[in-house]
């Protein structure tokens, strides 16, 4: 698994400049078809509809969070010490495949198929896949190893904390990424001065004390990705929308549609037991083209949610400020016609820059003091302190259709 | 048609900064559904196989080129006075939908259906169409003006140069698009540079002669784009691969093959009048769905072309010399078991960086010099002169599967 | 002073594009000898010694703050309907001279001379000057209105905020240079976004509440410009040797030191009248060598304080925590023979985010809400409230030469 | 010599992101004072008045030509495996230092003082300098073979090549460096790319065929960057006057002027031998301090030119076809009242995109084909063979005072 490839493999990317391969193993892993099936998915599901140039996928985001991965593993001195050649494989590995589980539009689509993508990754890194076939190619063993950094149970903690902690290659790679295409500044923080100010203490990832300000930047840009794109209203609008149409379809579906039993890429989901293979086929092409079948269904709202969807005519939003104002507007929407199960939702977002001690592990930043203690951030930084003690912004919207609009636009296609 | 938006609406977009409307009717016709349908199909076809950050779609290119028109007609000040009013909203409109009669793949998509894309747009742009009823909404006559654009004949010369000559807003916007998300600098140029530099005399759009140096630096962009990109041998066999599928479909479908004949975003192509309903319904996604189903066709090309596309495992090349070396890799190739007719194809490509006097109209750039004459661009810029009278540069290439791979590797699903 | 130029000129500029000129008159001051001055007047000081892009120019500055100006009262509607095209004019001048009065290193030569920059702008725009001729030359009445731009005393109190607020063209221009040069994405905020949401509300200038985000973000860049780069050690450092070099050339000058006599670019600021004469004259050139003869100097203070300017040896720093580690510091200077007088001093830095209700004009900043009131920003950004609310950071540190160093390394050039 | 520091050591910059530097003998030459007055001298002399953001000095441009080396000797593989450690290190330090004898303005001087830059690098390498002492606290025999790369006579071949061929790292910096802060995109190219297809063949560095296009992508760059920024009019204006005020200076001289004698920071170079204090002292702080000075000399003439230097005052210019042109120019400015030996100047530039087999060593590019030959680059590329043998740019002006003005408008500063 060490083995190397004859020269160092470069893909150019728009983020990191190049992606560096120079192990064969990851290699292969790239030309997988599992890994190969990311390029059909969006990294940002429907946000494209708001940020147009925001089509970019989760094949290179897999590809960035490899590519951080294996500069920290190769450039922070602790990391580059202390893990071993086994663990920096193990966990490149990791990072590359730690979305392969991802099906189109993840959130919206658990109306349909409850199961969280990180078990389809585990499922398809341990199951009969490409994958699978290459990682017991070079060692057996490897397969458990990188499902558990994927589960957050290696027994290297550190393993985990890179893939996945507060401060993870994972968001640092999808911040820059997400911000790029969608064109905010906000989401630019300084990766180089984070992976120069990364230490390992106590099994922890740290950061010198010098790098806080990095540090305070990162935690910004990510509240600011929150509030200006990914709770952005007509990207919660087209989400709505398409929670409205798989709502209906589980509907229709439990009621025997003839239509959408026939949907192939979607019945195994709405069904008991999705195979991995079902997994792969339902890709961002094979669901949009099961949502443009259905503009052609008899049923009216399904029809209709899926016009919406495909011609981008999604729902309006208003702030509101109680559940009256919901009520209110859950009447108004049954007097157009509309059923109010589909066609009125409440959102309630919210977000806090950052909280240290709240349940999940891993929730901390640490810092690691002049006088080489490790801290809690907020104890270190005075911005960061005045944040976690201050109010947390949160915004309720109510969405529905545009009550003046027909429908009578469309050619009939 | 000259009623204006409330307040001028931006479109972030990551050439352009923002994308400016300030014309209703331009807001209208981006939210048309045939409009938002460019939004899945990508630029670049599979050439995102090779540049995995190429995934942009028409859409952006389709803003980006209206972009640049409007730039032109507001800041180039020999536009501002010799246009009317309607003619820049015509010739802005005929930016915007230049593009929207392309179904997924262009060339390669030839072999079912070789009516050209701008057919198609003229179809959608006269035919029963949003687009059509948006345009009749503010005026009748819109129509076909827009449509002789597209096609080169409006009776104003000036504007069929805006968006098709040797130097438009369709060439200046792909280039630096593609540039950008290719990562090559190749494609950059000063556009900004060419705006400001950019008159009109004797009825054609002519460059300053100060500007000379900007427009040697796009015609090296643009050569640089084809031999870095639209000509790199990956992005190639991607195409030829397609290519192959597309034949392979055509022969089954005349032989009555069934699952062919369900595939029904393909069938009306392979007949012989497919509707704009027809074109409407296939988008990248109904063609990918498809391929995606021919991976399960009893027909073992066609099934084994699906899989090399959709599992990015495309074809080899060499460079060759002669037909003779084409010969012999024929025969290896039939030896292989392979049908040479699918699966062996000689690709010759050749690019000049300029060819004035070529026969399409529009083929020269015009230069202003300093005492107000107009003169060809070679005539003026020494390296131009170089390069149109020096060799012109031409690779061939043979295509062929990997002759020692097995494809046993398939978990079938 | 309406005329315009015969065609737009543009300079080219990295912060902005362009820089565009399209008034005479505006032209016409840039050529001026006294705006000509400030390119040999660095923007940043010393900072160059620790970012070493960091060499830019007052100049370039100077013209950012114009452009920015002249964006906003031609791009933002309010204030292109409110104000006339006088004050449009009067407003670009200001923004254009506000820096004209600008000495070298303004900070540390206070010790020199006490008189502020924005006095000698004032006296260079009403005195006898290339700047003063232009503007009489179009209007005698231009003079006292610029001026009283620059004093914040317009009678349209606009004016004054667009130049010095606390979201001011100023600002706004040096923090996006300054962070480019400087090589930190810190400064990064977004420009657009902002002019796109300021309105004029009663007579202020105010920003529409879905633009909070950008000045959030334009906080926080703030913020970290201040500690990253205005207040770095290293950069602090500098600015402490040369105040100590100029008290060191105050106290000679006062005891009649020959040599310190013979500094005609420093000798009238030294003495109680300095003309616009003297202040032209006073550039970096003249300040740099200057400095570079003292290094020849018979007093050992400034000679040596002159040659670690020079040759980058900068004093030494340590954090301290209260007077009494200052005291052993100073104690330990004078025991390796310097004087603490010049060669121990201790910097107390401290920056809050933003502070509204603070004595100085303009302190706030302000949003217009949806419903169309006036709030200061810290009611209505959670972000903002927090870090109004919480502690203000607050540092010191010890700036000492290196105890062991010796200095026998020079040449003696 | 190979002693490292603690730990590396970086400085952001604009061009390579950052500045590595991991040896302590590169951070002490860094220290060392004759490397730090490179900050006192501008990259572009006086560039920056025609691109006011080309403010960058030659202390930030060698950092830059380091860099690239040291990247050279560790990812090109060939330099890696062909150079000793000893060479690595050789060669990265002359890199650092290949500018280190510079003076201010480098060809307009030579009136003055005809000395090459080279030859004072020479002398401060091996002279009574801190660079020199550095180098002997490591290793004496350093010294000379440091001088050694610098005079093009290494006894390794590929030392000289690497920082003065055609594809060196100096130009390559430069070419990056002058068009970021020119802010022409013309000068970019893809450094990443030839790096990453360099290699060594028979003492020779050479470029892989497959880099060819970045190859002539970077020789066109340096085209456009010549006739767009090194041959502006406008900064060729500023080197004549420059170079017209030398020329009185050493007619002043030679004439005993009193002024000119004392303009202690000229005289050395007037003279015969200028030794390296001298040109320590001679930075642009102490030229442009002289200039400032002989603003208020006597002599009309050199009062007149220096006013112009100043305050960007510089001469007209028209192109001339032929000497009768220029000979009426030179009446017409004779009649004016001007000194044509002063006034009147004949520029004619020329400039071929590359020239092989020109007689200067290294004067071509070698390319790598695929089967292992070395061929000259127009052999290789169309393109470049196209170029290579097409006409040779050329173009003269003559430039000369605005006959119309007076300059009276001086306030007599």
Known sequence: MLEKTRETKVLRDVIHGYIHVDLQIIWELIDSKEFQRLRRIRQLGGDFQVYHNAEHSRFSHSLGVYEIVRRMVHEVHDLQMKLTEREKVVVMIAALLHDVGHLPFSHAFEHICPIPHERFSYDIIVGNSDVNRILCSYDEELVLEVASVIRYQHKNPILNQI?????????????????YFTGTSYGAFDLERIL???RVKDDKLVVKESGIHSVENYIMARYHMYWQVYYHPVCRSYEIVLSSLFKRMRYLYENGDPMVEELQMFVPFLG???????????????????????????????????????????????????????????????LAGYDPNYYCYMDTMSQSPY?????????????????GEVAELSQRSVIVKSLVEGDVKKESKVYFPDLGETYGKDCGC
């Not at 893939?163 to 911000?179: H, I, K, T």
């Not at 909280?355 to 006088?371: H, M, Q, R």
């Open 163 to 179: 893939v996945s902690g507060q401060l993870d290659a994972d968001r640092m790679d999808y911040l820059l990424r997400d911000a």
């Open 196 to 198: 120069r100010t990364i």
């Open 355 to 371: 909280s240290p001690y709240a349940k999940e592990s891993g929730s901390n930043i640490w810092v690691l003091t002049e006088s």
């Open 272 to 334: 008991d037991h999705p195979s991995i293979c079902d997994h792969f086929d339902l890709d961002e092409n094979a669901a949009f083209y099961g949502i443009a079948r259905l503009t052609k269904s008899d049923d009216e709202v399904i029809a209709d949610l899926a016009r919406r969807l495909l011609n981008r005519r999604l729902f309006e939003y208003e702030t509101i400020m109680n559940d009256d104002e919901y009520k209110q507007m859950e009447a108004r929407v049954r």
